[in-house]
């Protein structure tokens, strides 16, 4: 049967041993705490390992930090101060963190909350912007028939690498089912091509070169044309127009 001890304490304590049952408690300990046979019974789940880890004789005398459970089934942070009378038996004092110090706690606990709410919501909004970006990107480059023959893709904006994957597979597949043979890609909308960009455009002239399709590059201005001199354009069936409606009249397409 347990006992009152320590009843001239004005905060609860304990009377354990190795086991952890409870064999005193204070008069403070019965007023906030259940009467539970072991002490473990108060402390809160993801505690409990800790308690069982520190409340050891050879530990002696210290201090330890954890969760319990009030006799209302609060959860409150305490501080344990064990002390060891015995290799049997211990005294166990606990004190309730102070409200500021919880009231912190808590207040750091929301914020940790509402970061990773925050961290969720950037993550949403990244990948919306990825797939408008790559919607974007795709619409950069549509594929326009112009009569059975003839084809038109009109670029836009800057080229990179990006750009030109994303496009890449969509018009060789649109390429693939059109029957025209010839392609207009119109550049007068472009700015500026990085090097990456030249590269990407590359291998897919080269593509589209395997493909037999005949390929004319037309507006493009000074700065980008110097940039395909260094394609085999006589290999890859590239003929250059330096207007879109110049190409549209060498290959008799009424506009």
Known sequence: MQEQSNNHLPLPSFKIDKNYDILERSTEAVKHFKAERSFLAIVDEDSVNKVKHWLQPE????????????????????????????ELHAEVLV????????????????????LQDTNMQLMVEKERLEV???????????FITLNDDVALVPMFGDLDDK??????DKLLKQI????????????TAVGKISDYGMVGLKNLL?????????VTIAGVDRSVAASFQQFEVQKWNLVFQHSLESALKSMNVTQ
Do not use: C
Not at 98 to 106: G, I, K, L, Q, W
Not at 132 to 142: D, I, K, Y
Not at 206 to 214: D, F, I, T
């Open 206 to 214: 080269q593509s589209l070169s395997v493909m037999g399709m005949n």
């Open 59 to 86: 530990h002696d005398q210290m201090r330890i930090e954890v969760n319990v459970f009030t006799i209302d089934e609060e959860l409150i942070l305490v501080d344990l101060y064990v002390g060891w009378i015995s």
């Open 176 to 187: 693939y089912e059109d029957s025209a043979d010839d392609i207009i890609f119109d550049f």
């Open 163 to 168: 750009k030109i994957r994303s496009v890449e």
């Open 132 to 142: 408008t970006m790559e919607e974007n990107r795709q619409l950069s480059a549509p």
């Open 95 to 114: 004190v309730k963190k102070d409200e500021a110090f919880s009231r912190v706690m808590n207040q750091l606990a929301q914020l940790r909350s509402r």
